[in-house]
């Protein structure tokens, strides 16, 4: 079992819709979650982070974390054509390293 | 701030070749990191570091090595590459203070290397 998955996708939706993007983890000690944006060519930039069980909301972004089910999610409301990108999911498992674990990525596409 | 950067931007080298990637950075974070990405996978931690003259392996470190002389630099080296170091290397940092239960990491524009 791989320690951080997510659907590869690609992930097609129309402009307006809303997009969910989904991961799992293995390690149930882990303490924090990330969640990256990568365009094509360019460098990782973070989008959203989450650390408690719940819903955390950023502009049209909302986080959820269910630490029971290792899970995390996140959700981008009205999609524009912009946000089309990798989303990479990365959990810090804690240490004093404070290292990040990667998920492969999803793979959004927003359609005009 | 400049934030995190990285030379080059681009290099091609023969096979058995050596090189040095460059990052610097000038957030004083003190937690640096390398990171390689193959297509379509996600980051993989070559080696990283807690603070000046302290280094640890990551999850891929063979073929690799790293020194961290100053807060600011943190080389990467490669010895005798192999077609299998073709790959985007990412350089972060990070505060690594307070809990550990959040701790952003700040990603250079990255190395696009080829072996050939």
């Given at each position: 079992q791989k320690e951080v998955e997510q659907n590869s996708g690609p992930l097609s939706v129309p402009e307006g819709a809303i997009a969910s993007l989904n991961c799992t983890y293995s390690?149930?000690?882990?303490?924090s979650f990330f969640w990256y944006r990568q365009y094509s060519g360019k460098s990782p930039e973070l989008i959203m982070f989450i650390y408690s069980n719940g819903d955390k909301e950023d502009g049209r972004f909302t986080a959820q974390l269910n630490k029971a089910s290792q899970y995390v999610s996140l959700l981008i409301r009205d999609s524009q054509p912009s946000d089309s990108a990798t989303y990479l999911c990365a959990v810090n498992r804690g240490g004093s390293a404070r290292q990040l674990t990667f998920g492969s990525g999803t793979q959004l596409t927003v359609l005009p | 701030n400049a934030g995190v950067t990285q030379t080059p931007k681009f290099r091609i080298l023969k096979i058995g070749q050596s090189m040095t990637l460059q990052c610097a950075q000038?957030?004083?974070?003190?937690y640096m990191y390398w990171y390689r990405q193959d297509p379509g996978m996600g980051l993989k931690l070559i080696y990283y570091s807690v603070g000046a003259g302290i280094t640890d392996k990551g999850e891929v470190p063979n073929g690799y090595n790293v020194s961290r002389s100053t807060t600011e630099d943190f080389p990467l080296r490669l010895e005798l590459a192999a077609p299998s170091q073709t790959s985007v290397y990412f350089c972060a940092s990070s505060y690594g203070l307070g809990t550990g239960v959040y701790n952003e990491q700040f990603f250079g524009p990255g190395t696009r290397l080829t072996v050939l």
């Open positions: 390690d149930r000690g882990s303490q | 000038d957030m004083n974070h003190n």
